[in-house]
């Protein structure tokens, strides 16, 4: 049984950073492509970063490109979101999500390509 467990999320003001941690349990942590995804209050869950088994791949929601920053430990089975000149249209839960098959070199950008999925952490920007 993976488990994924965030942490990192809260409260910060618009311009601010925050970073976000996602510990990985239950499997082999190294070959599989990890993801963050959010979820805004009344909307559809939407792609925000991914980062291939070996960190050689990184992909990102255009909306966050350039201000957050995907990457990972396979040492430590730990992803990690670092999230810069937050806006408060970056509120939302965060989710991290793991792929169901290994080795993928592009790890992909929806829902359907991530199997594991966290709780969440909540993230608020106020402005």
């Known amino acids: 049984q993976v488990q994924l467990v965030e942490s990192g999320g809260g409260l910060v003001q618009a311009g601010g950073s925050l970073s976000l941690s996602c510990a990985a349990s239950?499997?082999?942590?190294?070959?599989?492509?990890m993801a963050w995804f959010r979820q805004a209050l009344g909307k559809e869950r939407e792609f925000v970063a991914t980062?291939?088994?070996?960190?050689?791949?990184?992909d990102y929601a255009d909306s966050v490109k350039g201000r957050f920053t995907i990457s990972r430990d396979n040492t430590k089975n730990a992803v990690y979101l670092q999230m810069n000149s937050l806006k408060p249209e970056d509120t939302a839960v965060y989710y991290c999500?793991?792929?169901?098959?290994?080795?993928?070199?592009?790890?992909?950008?929806?829902?359907?390509?991530?199997?594991?999925w966290g709780q969440g952490t909540q993230v608020t920007v106020s402005s």
């Open positions: 239950g499997r082999a942590f190294s070959p599989y492509g």
């Open positions: 980062i291939s088994w070996n960190g050689g791949r990184t």
């Open positions: 999500a793991a792929n169901a098959l290994a080795f993928r070199q592009i790890p992909g950008t929806t829902s359907r390509d991530y199997e594991h």
